[in-house]
């Protein structure tokens, strides 16, 4: 046998070597077309994708985590109120499509959103009684957010809180 030969051998071997170590590694991992079975459902300790908190109607991407310390809410039978801070690594837009779509879903009108490219995102909705805004900032590889709920105020405005027209001018 030349030097030749055995050179191109040794590397055709080697090549086979490789390639049957690259099959039996993948040999019982399962495949995209594999059937689900027993062993490929969802484990009962998963997170879930969004959750209801302290408002209730108001959805919460389970990426975002509270925060108790800047958090306040006021609970009674009927009704929460207050603000929950929250912080997670999410994506301000993503955020914003989140809540827009979610809290139309559970009956909130959107008021007005004001978005700022460089500085917070504030979302405003409302319900027949109630009010939310939602602040999203993002700094660093951080994302805060704050929302607030409020009862509405279902009186008129009295003569004394209205804006004088030397203040309007």
């Known amino acids: 046998m030349t030097g030749m030969q055995r050179r191109y051998g040794m590397i055709g071997t080697g090549l086979c070597v490789l390639a049957a170590m690259a099959l039996l590694s993948t040999g019982c991992s399962p495949s995209k077309f594999s059937r689900p079975g027993p ?19 108001v959805l919460i991407p389970s990426a975002l985590t509270p925060d108790n310390d800047a958090s306040y809410i006021v609970e009674t039978p ?5 603000v929950l801070a929250l ?43 109630r009010w939310c805004i939602i602040s999203i900032r993002e700094k ?10 409020a009862p509405s105020m279902n009186t008129p405005a009295s003569p004394a809180s209205a804006p004088s027209e030397e203040i309007l001018k």
């Open 39 to 57: 062993s490929s459902a969802k484990s009962q300790t998963e997170r879930p994708v969004s959750v209801y908190r302290e408002f209730g109607d």
């Open 78 to 82: 009927g009704l929460a109120t207050g």
């Open 87 to 129: 912080t997670g690594r999410v994506q301000r837009n993503s955020l914003i499509d989140f809540f827009n779509h979610n809290m139309a879903k559970d009956n909130w009108r959107r008021v007005t959103i004001f978005k700022s490219p460089q500085t917070n995102t504030i979302l405003l909705f409302r319900k027949e009684n």
């Open 140 to 149: 660093g590889f951080r994302t805060y957010v704050q929302i607030g709920v």
